[in-house]
T-cell receptor
Framework: AQSVSQHNHHVILSEAASLELGCNYS??????LFWYVQYPGQHLQLLLK????DPLVKGIKGFEAEFIKSKFSFNLRKPSVQWSDTAEYFC????????????WGAGTKLIIKP | DAGVTQSPTHLIKTRGQQVTLRCSPK?????VSWYQQALGQGPQFIFQ???????QRGNFPDRFSGHQFPNYSSELNVNALLLGDSALYLC??????????FGAGTRLSVL
């Protein structure tokens, strides 16, 4: 069965630190990849997506992610985090043609200390 | 432009009861997906509706059923509620199943 793994359930960083959140998926075919963010008290919002083309994708609020097909990974990065980045981050995969469901990781709770 | 709206926001039911949750998609969207999110976990896909038909279904029992109306809004029905059905139920809308946009969810508690 297809699955998505997020390596860290909780991450605590200080402001201005660099961030990398890991995401690995298990599916050998064509995939669409997503990172969603959920700020405290808010609904899930799309942070960035990869469908095809340049494996380095840029999203909102200075986030970027790199698709490495050989490693089945789609890690999220930000060079310098801010207190306002405190949120829960979810990686999701849509795997294969005519497959409309998103398969989700368990999420990473990120806390930024001011 | 209204985003995805869900109602109600919170609901308390007892075991064995039935519940109906509602979702209005974002303007211009024609596809609605439903997800269940248990505490501390990522969402789990229940099913997706497109052109008023269930297009794809996840690994959920038949107690979970849905409907999509001509105006693209959707309902999720759960029969014979179990304690384990307590969760946040998320609705997501999209145009023809592409990028999904989420509502705030309905928190269901089964006592």
């Amino acid at each position: 069965a297809q699955s998505v793994s997020q390596h860290n359930h909780h991450v605590i960083l200080s402001e201005a630190a660099s961030l990398e959140l890991g995401c690995n998926y298990s599916y050998g075919g064509t995939v669409n990849l997503f990172w969603y963010v959920q700020y405290p008290g808010q609904h899930l919002q799309l942070l960035l997506k990869y469908f095809s083309g340049d494996p380095l994708v840029k999203g909102i609020k200075g986030f970027e992610a790199e698709f490495i097909k050989s490693k089945f990974s789609f890690n999220l990065r930000k060079p310098s985090v801010q207190w306002s980045d405190t949120a829960e981050y979810f990686c999701a995969v849509n795997a294969g043609d005519s497959n409309y469901q998103l398969i989700w990781g368990a999420g990473t709770k990120l806390i930024i200390k001011p | 432009d209204a985003g995805v709206t869900q109602s109600p926001t919170h609901l308390i039911k007892t075991r064995g009861q039935q519940v109906t949750l509602r979702c209005s998609p974002k303007s211009g969207h024609d596809t609605v997906s439903w997800y269940q999110q248990a505490l501390g976990q990522g969402p789990q896909f229940i099913f997706q509706y497109y052109e008023e038909e269930e297009r794809q279904r996840g690994n959920f029992p038949d107690r979970f059923s849905g409907h999509q109306f001509p105006n693209y809004s959707s309902e999720l029905n759960v029969n014979a509620l179990l304690l384990g059905d307590s969760a946040l139920y998320l609705c997501a809308s999209s145009f023809q199943g592409n990028i999904q946009y989420f509502g705030a969810g309905t928190r269901l508690s089964v006592l």
